[in-house]
């Protein structure tokens, strides 16, 4: 069974731009979760996407937002980006039950960088 | 909200040896507790997890411990070999909740 896959996996933008990152996840799996990795903050969640809905968000502004598609791709969308949004975007799948504990798998990640 | 604490940063380890990584976690609603190793370039790899109904848990020559009473949680490797060498996260969520927190880290090196 394939993995989740994210693209692009590098990006360079410059601040002030929006930017738009996808992941495809595991094949049944149905819910998308994304993070944020630097090396100051460590990983942090961002959102989680499930029946093209979001469930749940951590602590971002607003400038961050995502969508998830009927087949269960999600997109995450960064806009006017700022130097700080430089980091890798990692996407997580689960097949997302709600009578059992969901591991999450992730995916090789996008590495953004904002000069 | 949830805050996870995990110990040491880095760990350098003689081949064949054994790792200790500890955590602690801060919301006693937490009842899920998954260990990811992410090697260079490469997204986070579950490797192990364990549920609060259950004290230990073993795969080969890995092994994760839970004291609910302390909040604490550790990951146990064995027999050491340079290709355990990589960072080692580990995370805290709530059953049907797919938030995970993420300790800070831990860079495990293995000496050959």
């Known amino acids: 069974k394939a993995g989740v896959t994210q693209t692009p996996r590098y990006l360079i933008k410059t601040r002030g731009q929006q930017v738009t990152l996808s992941c495809s996840p595991i094949?049944?799996?149905?819910?998308v979760s994304w993070y944020q990795q630097t090396p100051g903050q460590g990983l942090q969640f961002l959102f989680e996407?499930?029946?093209?809905?979001?469930?749940n968000k951590g602590n971002f502004p607003g400038r961050f937002s995502g969508r998830q598609f009927s087949n269960s791709r999600s997109e995450m969308n960064v806009s006017t980006l700022e130097l700080g949004d430089s980091a890798l975007y990692l996407c997580?799948?689960?097949?997302?039950?709600?009578?059992?504990?969901?591991?999450?798998?992730f995916g090789p990640g996008t590495r953004l960088t904002v000069l | 909200g949830e805050n996870v604490e995990q110990h040491p940063s880095t760990l350098s380890v003689q081949e064949g040896d054994s790792a200790v990584i500890k955590c602690t976690y801060s919301?006693?609603?937490?009842?899920?507790f998954p260990w990811y190793k992410q090697e260079l370039g490469k997204g986070p790899q579950l490797i192990i997890d364990?549920?609060?109904?259950?004290g230990e848990k073993k795969d080969q020559r890995i092994a994760v411990t839970l004291n609910k009473t302390a909040k604490h949680f550790s990951l146990h490797i064995t027999e050491t070999q340079p290709e355990d060498s990589a960072v080692y996260f580990c995370?805290?969520?709530?059953?049907?909740?797919?938030?995970?927190?993420f300790g800070t880290g831990t860079r495990l090196t293995i000496i050959p």
């Open positions: 997580a799948s689960s097949v997302r039950q709600a009578s059992s504990y969901n591991e999450q798998f």
């Open positions: 094949s049944g799996h149905r819910s």
């Open positions: 996407y499930f029946s093209e809905t979001q469930r």
């Open positions: 919301d006693s609603a937490s009842n899920y």
């Open positions: 364990i549920r609060s109904n259950v």
């Open positions: 995370a805290a969520s709530v059953f049907g909740n797919e938030k995970l927190t």
